[in-house]
Each structure stands twice: as C-alpha cells, then as structure tokens.
C-alpha cells in the first residue's frame, strides 16, 4: 500500500510539472521549442528559452538541452512522435543555465554534449543554480548541473550522418566569454543561441558591448535562411536585427553620455531609448543594460 502511494505522488507530481510542450517546424528537418519571453519563475519553470532539434538523418543533433531534465525529456517524447531515433549529438550554445540544464537527461540516453570551454572556469556544477532557486521544486526534479562532454575552444567541424555541422567559437566576449554559433551549411541555418533574442530585449549582464555587435555584422554577413536564436520566434534571415538596433543604439547613447561627462548614475537614469520601450522585459532590462555597456565603453578605444 506504501509503494502505491509512493508511486500515485511521484506520477501526480511529475505530471504538474509538465511543459505542454509543442515542436514548431522552422524548415525542413528543422524543429524549435519556443520559450516565453519573461524571466523564468515557478510559473514558466524555465520555458522561457529555445531548444531545436535537427534531422540528421538516423539520429537528432539537438542545440540547447534546455532549463530541466524534464523539459529535455517531455521534448523528446514530442519529437519522437514526428520521427522516432535518438539524440547522438548535444550542443551547448553557451554557459548560462537555461539552455543546458537538460544535459542529464540526453546524457542518460547515450548522448555526446559539446558546449564552450567557458564551462571549465565559470561553472560549479556543485553550486545552486538560477534555475533551482526560481523554478518549482516539481519541475527541477531529478535536474542537476551536468556539464558538457566535450569542450570547445576553436571552430570545429562535426559530422553526423553526412551532414557537416559547424561551431564556430565567436572570437571575442560578445553575449558572454564563450559563445558557439552552430551552422549548418548545407540548409542555409544558423543557431545563435543567445547573441540574438527577438521577442524580448537582451541582456549585458555577463557581455561586451562591442564583441556582440562585432558577432552580429558576421552573422548579418553569412548566407543564411534561418537565424534562430535564444530566445524569440523569429528564424528568418532579419532575425537578428532587433537584438542588432538596440545594441547599435544603446552603444551610441552611452557613448554620448561619456563624452559628455555624464556619470554612470546620471546615464542609467536618463538613457530610455523610448523605441524599445514596448519590447517585453524593457522595464527590467533597460537600466541594467545601460550600466553594463557604460562600464564597458569607459574604458574603450572602439
């Protein structure tokens, strides 16, 4: 009778922790979870980012295992109703913890992850995360912080089922200290990760400035169909450019205000950008992001 009860609540618990998760066809092969453009809280538990799966062929390459072990798995068992075959191939875009605490998951079913070298200096996988603090108890079960297999510290070349994939390691600190770019040239498509939001205004918290919008001309510049970034349900080619004129913008308003001998105070409480005051999470972002970027430009040549 004890085991019965045990079993009725974990099966009722886990149940009120469910996603209703829905995969969104970008392209051909192509499929995208859509997370919500707010903070993550116990009201989301974290389906507040993007995770995509490709098509290789025989098995899914999937880019950002996303913010729970049960998210990972409840995005499996959507995708295998499209196309049943395993996930042989997890790529971390970058360090923060939305996008790659459903590492275990896809590492229990026999998958390799790839993610930034960054993960080496600036995670403890010991530590709380962001995610455990904010989200339900329900929700992080059987959640913990595993890192990837698989460092990356330059471009990289992985083939799988014929497919060439391509990490390119951006070059410089742009939305943090490691981003990886996933292109797949043969479908014209590039993941972002978090160098590009579109629903929602960015954040500098962990960035520069500059390098960000340094990566964004580079990707404004490759041939692509589909951008498909962190956060956001644009994927076309104009995919970046709300992320693109709010950083161009905001690097020319803070810069303005240092030349004018407009203190760091003064600027976080005048510099509005009023154009973007409609974008979802304006009201949190704005003042940290002018901070961030004044911090940064202070003491730069660019």
Not at 69 to 86: D, G, N, R, V, W
Not at 90 to 95: E, F, G, L, Y
Request: proline letters at 4%; hydrophobic letters at 40%; glycine letters at 6%.
């Amino acid at each position: 009778m004890k085991s019965l009860l045990l079993c009725l609540f974990f099966s009722t618990t886990l149940l009120s922790a469910t996603y209703a998760l829905e995969p969104v066809k970008v392209a051909d092969g192509i499929y995208c979870y859509f997370g919500l453009p707010e903070v993550m809280d116990e009201r989301n538990n974290g389906n507040m980012v993007n995770s995509c799966f490709v098509d290789m062929g025989r098995v899914w390459l999937v880019v950002d295992s996303g913010p729970t072990y049960l998210y990972a798995k409840e995005a499996l068992s959507k995708i295998e109703a499209i196309k049943k075959m395993p996930v042989a191939t997890v790529i971390d875009t970058h360090v923060h913890d939305d996008h790659w605490l459903g590492n275990g998951f896809y590492l229990s079913q026999g998958a390799e992850v790839f993610g930034p070298s960054a993960f080496k200096k600036e995670v403890d996988p010991s530590a709380v995360t962001r995610m455990e603090r904010r989200v339900s108890k329900e929700a992080y079960m059987q959640t913990s912080p595993k890192l990837p297999t698989t460092f990356v510290d330059q471009n990289r070349t992985l083939h799988i089922d014929g497919n060439e994939v391509r990490l390119i390691k951006v070059a410089r600190k742009a939305h943090t200290s490691g981003d990886i770019l996933v292109y797949l040239p043969k479908m014209q498509t590039l993941f972002g990760g978090d160098v590009i939001f579109n629903d929602r205004l960015p954040s500098l918290r962990d960035g520069d400035i500059n390098g960000w919008i340094a990566t964004l001309e580079m990707i404004k510049a490759m041939p692509l169909k589909n951008i498909i970034g962190g956060h956001g349900e644009a994927v076309g080619k104009d995919a970046a450019d709300l992320t693109y004129r709010y950083l161009l913008q905001l690097r020319s308003e803070v810069k303005a205000a240092i030349d004018n001998g407009i203190g760091i105070d003064d600027a976080v409480r005048t510099i509005r950008m009023p154009s973007f005051s409609s974008v979802a999470l304006y009201d949190e972002m704005q003042a940290k992001n002018v901070e961030a970027a004044y911090r940064t430009l202070e003491w730069s040549d660019e």
